[in-house]
């Protein structure tokens, strides 16, 4: 198994309140990646890194923010969290920009 | 506008038999089609992939057959085998067209082979 690692694994907070998930990978890849995934949607991909400080968004990214400041370490932030961000998050990481990716256990938040 | 549909969120089959899990896109720019599995509490597996140029690849029990013309394609597991109970999932990969490096998922589809 890849060498990710996701925390917190649950949460729950209120609404308004900023929360920052964290990916880290023990693997060196390049290419990491945040999804979220609801039911009747599938994973869709909220933000991904090319490289240290390197990001780009994904289909669902309003609303969010990421920040890579060392090859292992990923963060997702909700700056003002809403009903709305209420999912599973699940980062993944690939060695280069491929549809091939190895995924973290998943958190699960829960927005009140 | 859901690009990768799995319109059947749900099949049971018995153990030993085939398995087969449906998929239909949109977009005729996506230049590889592929199925991940997912445990319970676990993040999602690759499980196989198709370039858009072939119509069929193997790997052990697991087939995936792509129709272009009709845009579809499907994933046949044989036997089935209690083991392979996970939900999952279709996705597309594009290289341009506005899908460019995204991983474009269906919606799932939870699989129950009973013993």
């Known amino acids: 198994d890849a060498g990710i690692t996701q925390s917190p694994r649950h949460k729950v907070t209120e609404t308004g309140t900023p929360v920052t998930l964290r990916c880290h990978q023990t693997e060196n890849h390049r290419y990491m990646y945040w999804y979220r995934q609801d039911p009747g949607h599938g994973l869709r991909l909220i933000h991904y890194s090319y490289g240290v400080k390197d990001t780009d968004k994904g289909e669902v990214s309003d609303g969010y923010s990421v920040s890579r400041s060392k090859t292992e370490d990923f963060l997702l932030t909700l700056e003002s969290a809403t009903s709305s961000q209420t999912s599973v998050y699940f980062c993944?990481?690939?060695?280069?920009?491929?549809?091939?990716?190895?995924f973290g256990p998943g958190t699960r938040l829960t927005v009140t | 506008d859901q690009q990768v549909k799995q319109n059947s969120p749900s099949l049971s089959v018995q153990e030993g038999r085939i398995s087969i899990l449906n998929c239909d896109y949109t977009n005729s720019m996506f230049d590889y089609f592929l199925w991940y599995k997912k445990y319970p509490a676990e993040g999602p597996t690759f499980l196989i992939s198709?370039?858009?140029?072939?119509d069929k690849n193997e790997d052990g029990r697991f087939t995936v057959f792509l129709n272009k013309s009709a845009k579809h394609l499907s994933l046949h597991i044989v036997p089935s085998q209690p083991g392979d109970s996970a939900v999952y999932f279709c996705?597309?990969?594009?290289?341009?067209?506005?899908?460019?490096?995204?991983?474009?998922f269906g919606q799932g589809t939870t699989l129950q082979v009973k013993p």
């Open positions: 996705a597309a990969w594009g290289e341009g067209s506005g899908n460019t490096g995204k991983l474009i």
């Open positions: 198709i370039s858009s140029i072939k």
């Open positions: 993944a990481i690939s060695p280069r920009f491929s549809y091939e990716q190895y």
